[in-house]
């Protein structure tokens, strides 16, 4: 039988890669990239972070279903010095919508309602009012195909500032600074990025359980999996607050307050470690292998990373086609801080990065970038690997 030459350059590639313990594929990342592309390839690791100013970094990369290796580099916060560690805390910004998305599935899983229930018999506090035809539902508030035309980006609270109930969040009542969440077109027309949409399926689920958002994410989703430096508590707790990083605007100076205030929980408020999303991706990455079923049984996780059929959004996750695999990843972008998470669907590798600064984006995918070629991820262009 005729192997290409691509397939066995891949094998040879991804098995020499395989083998490097975790310090020789760190430096691998963090040291200037060959071959040079130009852009940011010339640059260590920390000097990208200086040219885009982003203070502070943490990564951990999974390989195997596992974490090979967690760092960081920077500081927490440029007016202490203090070093940022794989246990300081981030916002996780938008990534808390996948985290969230989980815990509606395993309500969804006891048959506390269905995912292609109306939303409208689920919630009993408030109400989506709709003149356009089609059902919505929690498979379409939590794939962005519901219809809500908001495209809410959260700005957040100063810290002591009065905090919205999630009602006067979707009324755009005071003290909430945004506009109403509203309906703009039918179900399944087409997709649109809602935070408020997530806001309505936090609310029906809180509703169906009888339990607070937060004690629901911690006795699910946050505790079975370990994530034991993760929070949806807002504002974070004294106890906390050490253990955080400070926000940084684009000039990599302090934001002024410490950070903001996120009453948004399933569509911004996670604070948590690049260590502790990592453990979430692989519990996602386990049971769809049929390694786990502590959170959700496999049937249960597929949604999670099957797209609805508009738009490239399943339950939470976006998910694409790269190269020769396919990945599940979500994006974060809070006031002063930057994250991504991208991992393969059935290979058991991933990448998280977070960061406390405004710039963080740009930096985030040079790192995934420079994991992907570390590892010889599929995502990866035949050409690239010739």
């Not at 938008?94 to 292609?116: H, T």
């Not at 399944?188 to 408020?196: H, N, T």
């Not at 470690?273 to 496999?298: C, M, P, Y």
């Amino acid at each position: 039988m005729r192997i290409s030459s691509f397939f066995l350059f891949s094998l040879v590639f991804s098995c020499f890669c395989f083998g490097q313990d975790p310090s020789q594929m760190i430096a691998a990342v963090e040291g200037a990239q060959s071959p040079n592309r130009q852009g940011m390839d010339p640059l260590r690791l920390e000097e990208m972070m200086s040219r885009l100013r982003v203070p502070g970094v943490s990564v951990a990369v999974i390989r195997d279903f596992k974490i090979h290796w967690a760092k960081s580099w920077g500081v927490a916060d440029v007016e202490s010095g203090k070093p940022v560690s794989n246990d300081t805390m981030f916002q996780a910004a938008s990534i808390s919508k996948p985290v969230a998305a989980m815990a509606s599935l395993k309500a969804i899983q006891e048959k506390k309602f269905g995912l292609d229930q109306d939303i409208n018999s689920i919630l009993k506090s408030w109400k989506v009012q709709s003149s356009f035809g089609g059902t919505i539902t929690p498979r379409t508030l939590m794939s962005h195909t519901s219809g809500t035309g908001d495209g809410y980006g959260f700005p957040g609270y100063a810290p002591g500032a009065a905090l919205p109930t999630v009602q006067q969040i979707l009324d755009g009542q005071a003290p909430s600074p945004q506009g109403p969440v509203r309906v703009v077109r039918a179900p399944m027309v087409a997709a649109q990025y809602s935070g408020g949409a997530v806001m309505i399926e936090q609310l029906a689920l809180t509703e169906a359980v009888g339990k607070p958002f937060v004690q629901i994410m911690q006795d699910w989703i946050l505790g079975p999996i370990g994530m034991t430096n993760s929070t949806y508590e807002q504002p974070l707790p004294a106890v906390r607050e050490k253990q955080a990083a400070r926000a940084h605007g684009g000039d990599g100076k302090r934001m002024g307050a410490a950070w903001h205030v996120y009453p948004e929980g399933a569509a911004a408020g996670l604070w948590t470690t690049a260590t502790d999303l990592a453990k979430f991706a692989i519990e996602v990455q386990s049971t769809l292998a049929g390694q786990s079923s502590r959170v959700l049984n496999r049937a249960a996780m597929q949604e999670m990373v099957s797209p609805v059929g508009v738009g490239p959004f399943a339950v939470g996750f976006s998910v694409a086609h790269e190269g020769q695999g396919w990945y599940f990843s979500h994006g974060g972008a809070n006031w002063g801080f930057r994250c991504t998470l991208k991992a393969h669907r059935a290979k058991g590798y991933g990448v998280v990065v977070m960061t406390n600064g405004e710039n963080g984006s740009q930096l985030a995918t040079e790192i995934v970038n420079r994991v992907a070629q570390a590892y010889g991820w599929d995502s990866l262009d035949k050409a690239t690997l010739r």
